[in-house]
């Protein structure tokens, strides 16, 4: 079966603080994805890598980075955190360029910063 | 420039009833895919059903079914003999092959169910 794990289910951290969100796939998956989920603006996708140590902006990457160490394991890094930056995200993964294949998703970490 | 817009954000419908959950998109890929999901409010993204732009028959997967209408860009959700359980936020989303893999989703539409 198609796993997507997040490390952290729930977090809550100071403003200011450093946060990784982990996310691990074992479906050897070339393609990774962070997304934001906030009630009214649906997904918005943060960035995305296509390989190892690739990475690409999407479309709200400001306040956050990210790193591709291994195939498996895509971090997503707030350096700072900020009130604003309470959400939802979601990790996800798919297999390649055919446009029929669906993307998997993690169960979501739920950041609360304070 | 792609993009999903889905109009309803909430939506009811009496148990066993049939639902239609709005979707039109835009895209300037030839090729590309519709997907629909579901997401209770635990927050796992569920994947429903999916329909191919050159597919020549609307997809069905059990009480769901696709209402594609390529010339119109809609790729509405059916849900037939809704059940408590259906209650839920619905995302469509569509991915083409010439936009480096993303998916693209819309805002989302929250559907009750009533008993």
């Known amino acids: 079966d198609v796993k997507v794990t997040q490390s952290s289910r729930y977090l809550v951290k100071r403003t200011g603080e450093k946060v990784f969100l982990e996310c691990v796939q074992d479906?050897?998956?070339?393609?990774m994805f962070w997304y934001r989920q906030d009630p009214g603006l649906g997904l918005r996708l943060i960035y995305f890598s296509y390989d190892v140590k690739m990475k690409e902006k999407g479309d709200i990457p400001e306040g956050y980075s990210v790193s591709r160490e291994k195939k498996e394991r895509f971090s997503l890094i707030l350096e700072s955190a900020s009130t604003n930056q309470t959400s939802m995200y979601l990790c996800?993964?798919?297999?390649?360029?055919?446009?029929?294949?669906?993307?998997?998703f993690g169960e979501g970490s739920w950041l609360t910063v304070v | 420039a792609q993009k999903i817009t889905q109009t309803q954000p909430g939506m009811f419908v009496q148990e066993k009833e049939a639902v239609t959950l709005d979707c039109t998109y835009d895209t300037s890929d030839p090729s590309y895919g519709l997907f629909w999901y579901k997401q209770p409010s635990s927050g796992e993204m569920i994947f429903l059903i999916y329909?191919?732009?050159?597919?020549?028959q609307n997809a069905t997967e059990g009480r769901y079914s696709l209402n594609f209408q390529k010339a119109r860009k809609s790729a509405n959700l059916v849900i037939s003999a809704s059940q408590l359980g259906d209650s839920a936020m619905y995302f469509c989303?569509?991915?083409?092959?010439?936009?480096?893999?993303?998916?693209?989703f819309g805002t989302g539409t929250s559907l009750t169910v009533i008993p």
């Open positions: 989303a569509m991915r083409g092959l010439g936009t480096g893999n993303q998916f693209y």
């Open positions: 329909q191919g732009s050159y597919d020549q």
């Open positions: 996800a993964s798919i297999e390649d360029r055919s446009s029929g294949n669906t993307i998997y």
């Open positions: 479906m050897d998956h070339e393609n």
